[in-house]
């Protein structure tokens, strides 16, 4: 028979490593691998509820309503065709990428934008999207809703004349064909 002895000061020790090492491997499971496509810390991506939602467009310095105009599940393509391709450009130049989300299925909230400079008078021509999954923002615009409309990212423009070519109607038209489909 082999007996070994053990001093309660090891005994601690060997508990207390132990627990520090459950604990390292806690932090790195909840972190998961699931985190948004966004390279920039410095802008909070979380939109789990509609406080975070509200938050996370003033950030950019838009003011939407409350109450979202409507919230509709889709699936983000597997494949993107020429319509999503340039809808992710937009938002590849804010430092997300849906393509990273392909085949799943996300939220898109949209609010109306209360502040677009030039339309402060006509509410509800300015809609604000968001796509979410799993509590996080992963995609979203800015868009008119008129018939010579324009989309761009969350960055909240100088004017309605700082808006470039590429953002104008044959990408809203585009895109809302697409998420008409």
Known sequence: MFV???????LKL???ILLVAAAVIATIYVSG???PAAQ???ISLKAGNEQERLAFFSQ?????DEEPIEVAEIIIPSEFDEVYGKYNEIQT???LDLSLYCGKRAKRWTYAVKNYPGYEAKPNYIQANILVYEGMVIGGDICSI????????FDFPESRESLTETQTTETVSAVETAAAA
């Open 33 to 35: 691998n699931d985190t």
């Open 146 to 153: 008129e018939i010579n409309g324009f989309m761009h990212g």
């Open 93 to 95: 130049k804010q430092n």
């Open 40 to 42: 920039d810390g410095a």
């Open 60 to 64: 950019f310095g838009w003011d939407v």
């Open 4 to 10: 070994y002895t053990v001093k309660s000061s090891k």
């Open 14 to 16: 060997i508990v207390l």
